[in-house]
């Protein structure tokens, strides 16, 4: 299921480039446009959930674990030996601001708690 109207769909369909760094049958990882790390990759179902709050049901959990998986597949890869975060803004309160479940990996510096 894809939503043409999302960027992030778009990104899938290759329709819009990315920076692509991982992908596996129904997660892909690409880099994000405004980084805010050193290392900071985007990882995306390939099926469209509004937020992880839609990410519902077998397939929604399904969908989950495989962006979490290929999250620490790729800062692996990208050598984040030092540790990294992941971040899933979830709603308006989250700051979430595209709206298709993604997992921000942040890496390469180190992370600062509470955020903000
Ligand atoms: P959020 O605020 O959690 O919804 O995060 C959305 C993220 O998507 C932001 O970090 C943006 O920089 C990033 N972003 C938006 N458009 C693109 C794009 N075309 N390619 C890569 N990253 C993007």
Redesign the pocket.
């Known amino acids: 299921m894809t939503n043409p109207d999302c ?1 992030f769909c778009r ?1 899938v369909a290759g329709e ?1 480039p ?1 920076q692509i760094v991982g992908r596996t049958e129904h997660a892909l990882a ?5 980084p805010q790390a050193p290392t900071h990759v ?1 990882v995306i179902p390939t099926r469209h959930y509004a937020s992880a709050a839609e990410a519902t049901g077998d397939d929604g959990a399904a969908a989950m674990g495989e962006v979490m998986r290929l999250g620490v597949q790729v800062a692996e890869e990208l050598g984040l030996d030092g540790g990294y975060r992941f971040v899933v ?1 979830t709603g308006p309160d989250g ?4 709206h298709h479940l ?1 997992l ?1 990996l942040l890496g390469g510096r180190r992370m600062k708690w509470p955020p903000g």
Not at 30 to 34: A, Q, S
């Open positions: 960027i990104i819009i990315a690409f880099r994000d446009l405004t985007l803004n700051g979430q601001s595209v993604h921000h």
